[in-house]
């Protein structure tokens, strides 16, 4: 069934949104992130402008990490105080994010600095946890016991000033990491179209050392809230949000969750996130492909503005 | 009829030619099935239809090769940037661009026989038919420049423009129903953009344009489509907020509806 998407300007087929939302959505589900790195770039094969793919997978995100969230928050699994602190700096991110959207749309370099940004972000991230789950399950074949939390182990971030207790998390950090790493997340997602969890629960985890407990609850509510922010935005400037293949994203997206979080509770947490290590790596290949392979057509067009 | 009559009736007509104008022979009546095209949630295109008669008066002359038709349809005009890629730093980025002022956003020209079996190419040139010859202006910097019909950027424009359907050049797009009746279609692919469009016709016999006649239409969003880019263009922020709002609705629903615990 064909429907004409009224702000991308052209007709997909229902049930390949349908389809690619479920998909996403069990993946996003499994690994506790919104999915959006995979999204972006389907939509982009789809024939969606890329403009229009990021500013919509940002509804997308939002709705499949109100989901999720809503499951935490039953579990008390969310430190509401570690996301606000994260969200004064997202806020601010998000903002400069979507205006450096704004003006690399204008010059037409908005499309490379996708692909750049997705390669590394993605290359180095998913070699990070490719290397750190591999070798947890090495120490776990050799019977070793896993290290979780060195509770002697501080680094330089815990001799920074502005120290703030987070009880439910049970950290006493200071709160510029946490600025940074907020207003990081805020700022990747706006540009790229991604939530940033992947990003943002491995920073989580390694730099502020929140346990696991709280640590997908509350990367779950500050993706809910920089990517609802983003969609509002998005809307607001670039008025490039398609509520329609929001709709159809949302519903496969929200449903597939379900799905993938079951999948995901009877695998090992190392095993887990190997294979999430492998498909982040893997996404990012693909766009590093696409920079450094001779482009089939050298020239692409954009229209500015209609004269309408 | 032997040959000498027939001689003083060219030798006649010629004459005539000479000193009436040629284009007051000929009436060229043109219509279209469908004025306007609505662009609605189950839009994959559409093909219109163009009905056309030449009537002759007592002035008209037989026309030694027959009539020849050339269907010019324009869409409204845009503003686009054509960029070129470039190997930089050992990544390929768009590394040079030139912008086309008012470049029609459809194109489609549609004949019965190959532009340059029915006319000359000056001629063509001179009355902009055929995708070789559609004004293009490239603003280069400061000065705005007509580029040549073989430029490279002009070349990669005309060709995505091609490859998405939205410029064509059709040889067999004008069909004589009888020596003086045609039809045509108009292809018109779901990608294109709403707006007035242009259709020109024009009649050729013997290489030379003797008659023409304009018939537009109209494609344009409706319903629901049109309420959705309304509202995203008019109320961004309004309907931002709406959308975000839907996100979280449908979290929260998927969120109730799969609960176990």
Do not use: C
Not at chain 1, 238 to 247: E, G, K, S
Not at chain 1, 260 to 265: D, N, P, T
Not at chain 2, 17 to 28: G, I, K, S, V
Not at chain 2, 208 to 228: M, T
């Amino acid at each position: 069934m064909q429907i004409y998407l009224p702000i991308a300007d052209l007709p997909v087929n229902v049930f390949v949104i349908l389809a690619m939302g479920l998909a996403v959505g069990f993946i996003s589900g499994m690994f506790g992130i919104g999915g959006g790195f995979l999204m972006t770039p389907l939509l982009i094969f789809l024939g969606i402008s890329p403009a229009v793919a990021v500013a919509t997978v940002a509804s997308h995100i939002a709705a499949s990490s109100m989901s999720g969230a809503i499951n935490y928050w039953r579990r008390r699994a969310i430190d509401l105080a570690l996301v606000f602190m994260l969200l004064a700096g997202g806020i601010i991110g998000t903002a400069f994010g979507v205006w450096l959207f704004t003006t690399l749309r204008a010059i037409g370099q908005l499309d490379i600095t996708i692909g750049v940004s997705y390669v590394l972000l993605l290359g180095i991230v998913g070699a990070l946890m490719v290397t750190e789950s591999v070798r947890a399950i090495l120490r776990a074949r050799q019977g070793k016991p896993v290290e979780l939390r060195r509770p002697g182990s501080h680094t330089w971030i815990h001799g920074l000033p502005f120290k703030l207790r987070f009880k439910r998390s049970r950290i006493y950090v200071s709160a510029i990491p946490v600025w940074g790493i907020g207003f990081l997340i805020g700022f990747v997602g706006a540009v790229m179209g991604i939530g940033g969890g992947f990003l943002l629960v491995p920073m989580l985890i390694y730099v502020l050392r929140v346990p696991t407990g709280t640590v997908i609850g509350t990367s779950m509510v500050l993706t809910l809230v920089t990517m609802a922010s983003a969609t509002v935005m998005h809307a607001a400037t670039n008025h490039l949000v398609d509520a329609l293949l929001a709709v159809f994203l949302m519903v496969g997206g929200v449903t597939g969750a379900q799905f993938g979080a079951r999948a995901g509770q009877k695998m090992s947490s190392e095993r887990l996130r190997l294979l999430l290590g492998l498909l982040v790596l893997a996404v990012g290949l693909r766009f590093a492909l696409d920079l450094v392979v001779a482009p089939e057509n050298l020239y692409s067009i954009r229209i500015l503005d209609p004269n309408t | 009829m032997t040959w000498r009559p027939a001689l003083a009736l060219i030798a006649a007509l010629g004459a005539l030619a000479a000193f009436a104008p040629p284009a007051a022979a000929e009436r060229l009546i043109a219509s279209l099935s469908n004025h306007r095209v609505m662009v609605t949630s189950n839009f994959t295109g559409e093909e219109l239809v163009l009905f056309g008669g030449i009537e002759q008066d007592a002035a008209s002359r037989p026309r030694r090769s027959g009539y020849d038709i050339v269907v010019t349809v324009t869409g409204p005009r845009q503003t686009v940037v054509t960029f070129r890629k470039a190997r930089i730093l050992g990544i390929w980025v768009n590394a040079d661009s030139r912008v086309i002022e008012n470049a029609p956003a459809y194109v489609a020209v549609l004949s019965n026989r190959p532009l340059d079996a029915i006319t000359n190419t000056e001629t063509l040139r001179r009355l902009q038919l055929g995708l070789d010859n559609i004004p293009l202006a490239q603003r280069a910097s400061v000065n705005i420049a007509d580029a040549a019909s073989d430029d490279p950027f002009r070349l990669a424009f005309i060709k995505i423009k091609s490859d998405h359907g939205l410029y064509r050049e059709v040889s067999n797009g004008v069909t004589f129903l009888t020596p003086a009746l045609f039809r045509a279609s108009i292809p018109l692919p779901a990608e294109v953009p709403v707006g007035t469009y242009e259709v020109d016709v024009r009649l050729f016999a013997d290489g030379a344009q003797i008659a023409r006649a304009p018939s537009p239409f109209e494609v344009y969003k409706s319903g629901f489509e049109q309420v959705v880019t309304a509202a995203a263009r008019d109320h961004g922020t309004l309907y931002g907020l709406a959308t975000a709002m839907m996100a979280i609705a449908t979290g929260w629903f998927a969120s109730v509806v799969f609960r176990r615990d």
